[in-house]
DNA sequence: TATGAATGAGAGTTCATTCAT
DNA sequence: GATGAATGAACTCTCATTCAT
């Protein structure tokens, strides 16, 4: 894994206690009100520390949003990376990793809700910074896609374009299996099935 | 037709070209900017009217995103009911709906960024709304993708989640490929038939 | 009476039968709403006419104001006038207006409140006008006061400033007896004849 | 300096002095221009501060305008509880009260002219918790009215509606009072003794 | 470190008024 | 006469951010 970016992983845990708190409180009402419906003043009430604390952390409310973001790419990165290198095959870790998406969003994660709203819905002057971080995170899996298609485990294709496809993929189907509607419901109980074999039968070489 | 009212459509016409002015601006700032990025005093600034106007023909700043959101979905819809009812085979209606995405973007339509912008990052009062409009929108393209495979042209799936995915698949590549750097231009170059290629291969039954 | 002011009537009914309409809808949504809470769009609406009317009758909301609150004015005052010149004892004419006062409450009359709406709450350019009607009306009442003193009816006293306190203590008890509570109905019922007494009471001579 | 910690009992202090600068400038605001016509934009610019404090302080508009006249009411109601303690004769509590009123005309305190805005010309949601704090002094007053009507100081009457009698008695009164022309002049110097003898012919018992 | 009172620009929305038809 | 589309200033309220303590 030659040429795979590795810095989406900047910083380590033990920055500081209250950083984790605040960081914390700020996945859960980011995934769930929004960047807008998420006010600096909720983010310090939920992670019971003053306003003030909030900006002796972090610079500014899109800081708290980004390494809320990072954090969260971070973890399914990982993931999915612990599972390539376990040497499984390409399908395998095309269904596993569809399943890790999902049963974050059964167990009531934020990461659904936040991967979401990472690339969009967002006020200007932050966007860039989201895509970037995004693009990283796209990167790495189209790295990996990249080394499978060498070994001729998938198809050729353009790595980035199919790592974003991907992402688009799993990102929607869970986006309304995040719902508590009936429909939901079922997307929850068959979407991981659905979904990974959507996405390998749009990866697998010709030979299937 | 003697009694034919003609100006019953011209009226309707006069009557909302401010409405029409006003719509195509907010859709091109929400594109932009996002949906808290817009205020309504830009909105009516880039359409040449004043703030009253915009809510002498929408009730809020809400109705004017469902508005244009409305619009654009409708757009999108009957273009693919369109290919569909040409009779065209599963294969090339995908094909042509990928294309009709990817040259939205290309022509600089805001549609890409609005669609992806529409089910997320949207205050809570307006959310339900918004995830309605996109249910009816990938219901009908459920619809056409169940009809499909009762004529045994795609392979059997579940037809909403699988246009969820579809969806999901589009738009996150047309998203990147909005863009102004070299990746941008690759994506607007190879996206319609690499993306159309995934799309299909994800569909097509086992022995296509 | 050789020196009661009349131009509280100035203007003769016949004026205009949309204008009709209009005071009337205009004191009914005064007296509910307030003078703020009701608008001009609104005053069309329950008049059954365009906005452009009302500017054609009236020159401003404030004006519409005025003239509603004349003609209440007018008819109280023509009321007690007209109760005076029968040559009834002071004590009754006292108990009549009294009566009178509450019979427009109990006959869900806008009068009550207007009333009591006029002479306060009203923004700044608006007031002084309001506040001359009042005076007009008070001093009309005054100069009845003086007459009955004269005739040595009722005793001595300030007139104008009697006439003010007359006008508050009937309006103040009418306001209260506005509602819909238990308080509201039973003031509804001993009102007249308590307030009556009150009145009759400050204003008698010595020997009763 | 030794440690000494003086600010903490200046820090009490300056805790709410801000609110009540903000309440003092409101009272005089609202007095002067009503409800309406008082912005808090204004209302922040009279008390030196910023909107913001406003909001920091009083939950909204309605909040600032309650708390102002809940302040003025219970000033009044001290004041005539504490008169009717000092176990004087009810002609001469009345007398006092009444004085009291004018006194706070005279001084250009704005209790007049808020008393009387308080109970109409203001917004739906807020007339409700109006008019209940004028029932809660009304209801005050009536107490002290029954009870002297027990001791047969008074003679018997309904003592709620009478309470209100009074209030709207003097009020209207002292509301006239307040302009600067010759008519309020002699309002203010013949009003406490004019009133105040109103009054009590209309409490006094049959052989007073 | 840690606090939270204080700031003020900017948000969505209303509404009296005008004027071309 | 009569209309109602159009205007724009002014409203209440929010919230990211600062700073004296």
Partial sequence: MAGMRTNVRSEAGAEHRLAERIRGAAAWLFAERGFHGTGMRLIAEEAGVSVGALYHYFRSKDEVFLAVLREEYEGLLAAAQGLWREGLPASEVVRRVVELHFSAVAAGHPS????????????NPLRPQILALREE???????????????????????LLTAYALLGLVEAVTARALGDD???????????????????????????
């Fill in 112 to 123: 659904g809700r936040l991967l979401a709203l990472a690339w969009t819905g967002i006020p």
């Fill in 137 to 159: 995170y796209a990167q790495c899996i189209a790295d990996l896609l990249a080394e499978a298609m060498g070994r001729g485990e998938i198809r050729p294709a353009h790595p």
């Fill in 182 to 208: 009936r429909v939901a419901d079922e997307l929850r109980r068959v979407g991981p099935a659905e979904v990974a074999e959507l996405a390998w039968r749009a990866l697998r070489p010709e030979e299937g």
